[in-house]
């Protein structure tokens, strides 16, 4: 019997060369090792050819490649795939991608469930489960990648040759959960991400989404500067604290102080601001003054962008989506201050994979069985991969 065998998914690349150290290999198998997983999607130690036998024997012993199984996968008809992963204990969660033009965008859960519990959103609805460990973030990236490489190839030889090989453009971290609650195991991921040897994106194309937690903006910015994305949904401590309950923790006055902090480290110098919009909750032309004076206030206004988000309504919340014109009133009255204001296009919103909905069972709360029975596209069946 061999102890527990790692997961090379959990480990980070600095993590990932201290491990080989441990296994008495020099610093640059790691590198190799990184770019089997990650670059290649090979998960079998004995494909890994570049490696000395004894090696690949020792790895098949103590370690493993193993991201979340997928219970279930869903086609939008504009093209959104949404992955339902099981991460044991009952707990499952969901990872969509967003084809366009010129980007594939892959939206990662960091946490099963949410405790900071907003108004809006059906994750926090759900409940808090438990922190992802790196292995299952990163996880979620390394299933989507070659999942989606397999589909075209098996789908269409040509448009394969025709494409290049990565399908997955950017990242974010707006799944389910808050990412900066669950501040080293997205980091693990993050640095997975951004390295050479792994999935070499630019810090301008993985972006963390946040309700505010105001200590851990300081800390990514130190650590791991990515885009960042504040869900600020209302321009007043008043009407925020009741959308955002973490706003009661750290009001606005420390979040845009934090948010100015931060866009001195991010990518283009400036922060994201997510606005959803509420029919006679938060969209009135009154609340974009407000929002005005919050971003523009002071000797020093937050380099900013703001991206209005239709709501995307959900069982059980009396909310409902803003009218069209009153998006377009509002985003007017932004950009004639000159704050740079663009309106998001929902998404897969016919397999609830749009912004908020992400609802992936928690633990007791919903079951699974059945939702699973709601899923009308099985994985296997989707593309022949399994
Ligand atoms: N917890 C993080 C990231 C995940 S939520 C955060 O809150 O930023 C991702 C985004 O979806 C956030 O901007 C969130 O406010 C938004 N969202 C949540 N519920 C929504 C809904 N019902 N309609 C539209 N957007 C929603
Ligand atoms: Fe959690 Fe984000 Fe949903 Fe709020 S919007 S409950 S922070 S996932």
């Known amino acids: 019997m061999t102890a527990v065998r790692t997961n090379l998914l959990d480990l980070n690349?600095?993590?990932?060369?201290?491990?080989?150290?441990?296994?008495?290999?020099?610093?640059?198998?790691?590198?190799?090792?990184?770019?089997?997983?990650h670059q290649l999607g090979i998960s079998d130690f004995s494909q890994m050819t570049n490696l000395a036998k004894s090696l690949r024997a020792k790895l098949a012993d103590c370690a493993l490649v193993a991201a979340p199984p997928?219970?279930?996968?869903?086609?939008?008809?504009?093209?959104?795939?949404?992955?339902?992963?099981?991460?044991?204990?009952?707990?499952?969660?969901?990872?969509?991608?967003?084809?366009?033009?010129?980007?594939?965008?892959?939206?990662?859960?960091?946490?099963?469930?949410?405790?900071?519990?907003?108004?809006?959103?059906?994750?926090?609805?759900?409940?808090?489960?438990?922190?992802l460990t790196t292995a299952e973030i990163i996880g979620q990236l390394w299933m989507a990648e070659f999942a989606l490489r397999q589909d075209i190839q098996s789908t269409d030889a040509a448009a394969a040759e025709d494409r290049p090989q990565r399908q997955i453009s950017n990242v974010v971290l707006m799944g389910m959960g808050e990412p900066l609650l669950n501040f080293d195991a997205c980091v693990g991921a993050l640095r997975l991400m951004l390295d050479d040897y792994g999935y070499g994106l630019s810090r301008r194309r993985v972006t963390v989404s946040t309700s505010g937690v105001v200590p851990m903006i300081d800390r990514l910015a130190e650590e791991c500067p990515v885009a960042l994305a504040v869900s600020l949904h209302a321009p007043t401590d008043e009407l925020r604290s009741q959308l955002v309950p973490l706003?009661?923790?750290?009001?606005?006055?420390?979040?845009?102080?934090?948010?100015?902090?931060?866009?001195?480290?991010?990518?283009?110098?400036?922060?994201?601001?997510?606005?959803?919009?509420?029919?006679?909750v938060n969209d009135s032309d009154a609340h974009a003054g407000q929002l005005v004076d919050l971003l523009r206030k002071g000797a020093f206004p937050v380099p900013c962008k703001v991206n209005l988000i239709p709501f995307n309504p959900f069982a059980g919340s009396a909310l409902r989506r803003s009218k069209a014109e009153q998006v377009r009133s509002f985003q007017k009255i932004l950009q004639d201050a000159g704050i740079l204001t663009t309106v998001r296009k929902t998404r897969g919103d016919d397999i609830d994979a749009a912004c908020g909905l992400l609802s992936g069972d928690v633990q007791g709360r919903t079951d699974l069985k059945r939702r699973l029975s709601e899923i009308t596209v099985c994985y296997q069946d989707d593309s022949g991969l399994n």
């Open 13 to 37: 690349p600095v993590q990932l060369v201290e491990y080989c150290m441990g296994l008495d290999e020099k610093p640059f198998r790691a590198r190799q090792l990184q770019r089997w997983i």
């Open 70 to 131: 997928v219970v279930a996968a869903q086609r939008s008809k504009d093209g959104t795939r949404k992955w339902l992963l099981d991460v044991g204990g009952g707990d499952v969660i969901e990872t969509v991608f967003i084809p366009e033009e010129s980007r594939g965008t892959l939206c990662v859960s960091t946490q099963a469930g949410c405790m900071i519990n907003c108004l809006i959103c059906a994750t926090g609805k759900q409940g808090f489960s438990r922190n």
């Open 247 to 280: 706003n009661r923790r750290y009001p606005l006055e420390q979040l845009m102080a934090a948010c100015r902090r931060y866009s001195r480290h991010a990518p283009r110098e400036m922060v994201m601001f997510e606005y959803c919009m509420m029919d006679g």
